[in-house]
């Protein structure tokens, strides 16, 4: 893959900028407080123009100290410099996921132009599922992409019952050829309310009925809970914190949140599939996995938002989008010998026939596409509540996409103290050829 060299600097004794060099890939989004701004070109040298940055956030006093005993900002990226130098920290933005850029300002008569590093190594990441055809999916792509380091996977109550769920997810890992994830059962029912379950999307097994023979690996002995403390603990130790993709009912993730808050320290952020700025499935208002248990989703984003993890909302507004049509769920099958293309293949005709339809959705792979591939969606962030007590509507994430600080102003609720990065549009094809290609064994061909 063709890539280019960028200067990235190092804070020297006496407060001036000393060189080092980093590789990034040409074409990488460059990221400026969240927001892509373009990419990276063939010509560029030892700094990225990008527009003017006031919503950059700056490192506080107390950051500004620990930066003597570098920030996890500057952990996670000085992989892309030559040696274990510390970054220029006058003013960060936090480490997004490769291939995305982290961005630090030059001083000097720069202007608005920064310094650039990326890390190069896999990102590490977690998945909460609730397995499940569109999990199943995701489990696949997050098993098999290189460019992800899949740490663990918890599961919980959901699209079926937690138990079935865990048989689901160490039948998806044993076909992926990924024994060595450790996956642990969480929550068995919402913090409230008796469980639902989603068979009638999903099958009598909660996968497909495929009727293939169960996974002979075993599950690991800690509550899900605990297996997310410490895989956590463990990334805030590394320097390397994970990125969490919560694919179910956020019930483990509320419980994490509140009972090992510390556990911040070892997540870069939340990219979770549930909720919707516009449509419902369980309800006319409420996507499922937000309805199932929807205080755990009230408690787990209000506790992110409180321990500055930052959010992304991947929901029905872009669920269905990327799709795999019936040929290339068929070359999948083709592959066969029971391995993970031959499977992914199998839950995409599933779907297919279930509704009726000549292509289907990969659903929650979607999410972790986001994590390959952030320049694939198109994301806003917008205040959040979701809906507590409606006859009708509870469960519903209620998106604020009003432009008026007047509305605002005489709104007796006020602004939602949740923010969060909603997707509002996605390249379904991108992301169906991503999903597709690692299946195949074809990513880095293109």
């Known amino acids: 893959m063709p890539a280019t060299t960028l200067g990235a600097h190092d804070e020297g004794a006496d407060g001036s900028l000393v060189g080092g060099t980093g590789t990034l890939v040409v074409g990488a989004p460059v990221l400026v407080g969240g927001t892509v701004v373009g990419t990276v070109e063939p010509e560029v040298e030892d700094c990225v123009d990008v527009p003017a940055a006031d919503g950059l956030p700056t490192v506080g006093a107390e950051e500004q100290a620990a930066a003597t005993d570098v920030t996890a900002a500057a952990r996670t990226t000085q992989r892309a410099v030559d040696g274990r130098r510390r970054l220029w920290l006058g003013r960060i933005v936090r480490a997004y996921p490769r291939p995305l850029v982290v961005l630090a300002p030059a001083v000097g008569d720069h202007g608005n132009r920064y310094v650039a590093a990326v890390t190069t190594e896999p990102t590490p990441i977690v998945l909460d599922v609730d397995t499940g055809v569109d999990d199943?999916?995701?489990l696949l792509l997050a098993a098999l992409h290189p460019d992800l380091d899949l740490r663990a996977v918890s599961c919980v109550g959901g699209n079926a019952p937690v138990d079935d769920v865990v048989r689901n997810t160490l039948l998806v890992l044993e076909a992926a050829g990924r024994p060595d994830v450790p996956v642990a059962r969480g929550a068995?029912?919402?913090?409230?309310?008796?469980?639902?379950d989603a068979r009638h999307v999903h099958g009598d097994d909660g996968m497909a009925d495929l009727g293939w023979t169960p996974s002979s690996l075993s599950v690991d002995p800690r509550h899900a809970v605990?297996?997310?403390?410490?895989?956590c603990r463990e990334a805030a130790a590394e320097g390397r914190p994970v990125t969490l993709v919560p694919l179910a009912p956020l019930t483990n993730i509320a419980l994490l949140l509140r009972t090992y808050p510390d556990v911040a320290q070892g997540i870069s952020e939340i990219i979770f599939m549930g909720g919707a700025a516009n449509v419902g499935n369980a309800t006319a208002s409420a996507e499922f996995n937000v309805f199932h248990d929807p205080e755990a989703a009230a408690v787990a984003l209000e506790?992110?938002?409180?321990?500055?993890?930052?959010?992304?909302?991947?929901?029905?507004d872009v669920f269905y989008q990327p799709v795999v049509p019936a040929e290339l769920a068929d070359e999948l099958v083709a592959v066969g010998g029971g391995g993970a293309a031959e499977l992914a293949g199998s839950l995409i005709r599933f779907q297919n026939a279930?509704?009726?339809r000549?292509?289907?959705?990969?659903?929650?792979?979607g999410a972790v596409c986001v994590v390959i591939d952030r320049t694939g969606v198109r994301t806003e962030p917008l205040p959040l509540r979701v809906e507590l007590a409606g006859t009708w509507s509870r469960g519903r994430t209620i998106v604020d996409r009003r432009d008026w600080s007047g509305d605002m102003a005489h709104d007796p609720h006020g602004e939602a103290p949740v923010r969060v990065e909603v997707a509002l549009e996605v390249d379904g094809p991108r992301y169906s050829r991503l999903w597709v290609d690692t299946l195949l064994g074809r990513v880095g061909e293109r």
């Open 354 to 356: 279930r509704f009726n």
């Open 188 to 196: 068995e029912r919402p913090l409230l309310e008796p469980p639902v």
């Open 303 to 316: 506790a992110a938002t409180e321990l500055g993890i930052p959010i992304t909302m991947y929901g029905l």
């Open 136 to 138: 199943a999916c995701a």
């Open 358 to 365: 000549p292509a289907s959705t990969i659903g929650d792979a």
């Open 226 to 231: 605990e297996l997310l403390r410490d895989v």
